[in-house]
């Protein structure tokens, strides 16, 4: 029998006209639409933080952040994720200690419980981000809607689309999203298109990252700036800084990596949500009360207010805040709480860096920072390219991009083959 050879791929001139260009509309509306699902999200969180963190204590005459209050609120959080988790429809989706950046979609019907439980969780004050959820959900509509509309197109192409969108909302700018997505192109072929160059593959994720993040700087003007100074004229001394410190924040970070799948273990052994998640709220309450106000929440905000108080705290507050942040994170990610956990980990390996730099004052704060960032970020995502770009983002200095560049080789060293900070279907570490 004699079989027909398959169709090459497109190539040249006509990849344009048969594939980027046609895919640059549903990239621009998936764009779009999955930067207005993280707003939306986040004002929604936004209102309801200040409601039961200011108007209502003003109203009962109690201090906003006050001990009793900080452990009232997170065991009330923990009360109420627990109630979706329990009996909403789809119980918010898979176990969050199993998710991380991205992956399959998930039925459309799971998405509102999932949105629900992660604005409660923002809102009352857990230390996770809107990360993790909000892509998830962005896969889930994106997948099911253009399947309903453009079926011609593969599944696996909605997902990046809605991944890359939804990286570029989240940062302000497509370069996370080119750079998450070329590290997918490392170890497998783009989804949906088949034959082309690198930038071929990347055009439609990048036309959806472009408009996602283009529609949260127009209407949010969201900033990474933390307002460091900025190093411009770097030398041995601040590469060797640079080198030790993002190599001890790795080593730091790991510590929360190993620790992972035995926390997790250990509430789920309570086997039912309404235990585990009030039980978690409550260890997550008298962290706070220890922590004090900066170590509550998603942590981007609080990073600011922490860089720009520069000099104000001295190594042992700051070395505090960042062993309490990270034991959050790991109570708040084992117990139930639906969230990412990429912005509480810049929080801590901010604080991780200037408490470094309180130690040994000679060192540049935005060296110190940005270092332990990259670290830190690395350690727990086993994400190369997106640790330097956090890290040289909140540097804000091009100076620093070869420091950070030299940083991460040394960091990688110790992380490689190492747990990271997400579990597989069976509560064992990533690696």
């Known amino acids: ?57 003003d109203a009962l005459g109690i201090g906003s952040y006050s001990s009793l209050w900080i452990i009232v609120m997170l065991t009330a959080s ?51 981000g809107p990360e993790n959820p909000t892509i998830v959900s962005a896969i889930a509509l994106t997948f099911w809607l253009g399947r309903m509309v453009l079926p011609a197109l593969p599944g696996a192409l909605w997902v990046s689309l809605a991944t890359a969108a939804t990286f570029g909302a ?22 949906g298109l088949a034959g082309g160059g690198l930038w071929d593959k990347l055009f439609a994720p990048l036309v959806a990252a472009g408009a996602g993040a283009m529609t949260t700087q127009l209407v949010d003007h969201p900033s990474f700036d933390m307002g460091l100074p900025p190093l411009t004229n770097p030398g041995y001394e601040d590469l060797l800084a640079a080198l030790v410190i993002a190599t001890l924040a790795a080593l730091f970070g790991l510590l929360a990596c190993y620790a992972f799948p035995y926390a997790h273990r250990a509430f789920h052994r309570l086997k039912h949500p309404m235990l585990m998640l009030p039980l978690g709220g409550l260890i997550l309450g008298l962290l706070g009360a220890l922590g ?102 909140i540097a804000a200095s091009p100076a620093m991009i070869p420091l950070l560049v030299l940083a991460s080789l040394p960091a990688w060293l110790v992380v490689t083959g190492r747990p990271e900070l997400e579990l597989d279907e069976h509560g064992d570490s990533l690696h």
């Open 292 to 393: 004090g106000r900066l170590t509550l929440f998603k942590g981007l905000t609080e990073t600011k207010e922490l860089v720009q108080s520069l000099g104000t705290y001295g190594s042992g507050e700051l070395a505090k805040m960042a062993v309490v942040k990270l034991v959050a994170l790991l109570v708040a990610a084992s117990c139930g709480f639906i969230g990412g956990r990429v912005f509480p980990i810049v929080f801590i390996g901010a604080a991780f860096g200037l408490c470094a730099q309180a130690l040994v004052t000679e060192i540049h704060p935005a060296v110190a920072v940005s270092a332990a960032v990259l670290g830190m970020v690395l350690a727990t995502t086993h994400q190369g390219w997106v640790s330097l770009f956090i890290a040289a983002v």
């Open 170 to 191: 989240l940062f302000g700018t497509p370069v996370a999203a080119a750079l998450v997505i070329s590290e997918a192109l490392a170890s497998k072929a783009a989804p």
């Open 78 to 128: 923990g009360i109420a994720v627990g109630l979706v988790v329990w009996k909403v429809y789809g119980h918010a989706g898979a176990d969050p200690a199993e998710v991380g950046l991205g992956g399959a979609p998930i039925k459309p019907g799971v998405v509102p419980g999932l949105l629900l439980a992660s604005t409660l969780t923002l809102a009352g004050g857990v230390s996770l």
């Open 1 to 57: 029998m004699v079989t027909q050879a398959p169709t090459p791929p497109p190539a040249g001139p006509e990849i344009v006209r048969k594939v980027l260009l046609p895919l640059s509309v549903p990239a621009l509306v998936v764009g779009i639409g999955s930067a207005l699902l993280y707003l939306g999200i986040s004002k929604l969180a936004d209102r309801l933080q200040d409601l039961v963190w200011d108007t209502l204590p």
